[in-house]
């Protein structure tokens, strides 16, 4: 029974930060590529972050280059995203996803809602 919990979002006003958590269970958590995506109300799902299994390589949407880091803790079967200097426009709901195979959908979470506002 593969699983993919997110948690860590909330409200948080302009400027400031959150960190997102996705527990994982049910797979074999270090051989996949961890991504996060986001989905902004009215608009499409976007990839925000990518990490490979090995964790030494990342990449961003340009967008949040510079203020969001992915990470992985193989350990705890556990993936990340550190916000800082949040916008507006990063309001979304968050969702974290596992892929192995090229073409394939893999596993997805619920999804967590960051919103940003003053």
């Known amino acids: 029974q593969v699983q993919l919990v997110e948690s860590g979002g909330g409200l948080v006003q302009p400027g400031g930060s959150l960190k997102l958590s996705c527990a994982t269970s049910?797979?074999?958590?270090?051989?996949?590529?961890m991504r996060w995506y986001r989905q902004p109300p009215g608009k499409e799902r976007e990839l925000v972050a990518s990490?490979?299994?090995?964790?030494?390589?990342?990449n961003y949407l340009d967008s949040v280059q510079g203020r969001f880091r992915i990470s992985r803790a193989d350990t705890k079967k556990t993936l990340y995203l550190q916000m800082n200097s949040l916008k507006p426009e990063d309001t979304a709901v968050y969702y974290c996803?596992?892929?192995?195979?090229?073409?394939?959908?893999?596993?997805w979470g619920q999804g967590t809602q960051v919103t940003v506002s003053s």
């Open positions: 990490i490979d299994t090995t964790g030494s390589r990342a």
């Open positions: 049910g797979f074999i958590f270090k051989n996949y590529i």
């Open positions: 996803n596992a892929r192995y195979l090229p073409g394939a959908n893999g596993y």
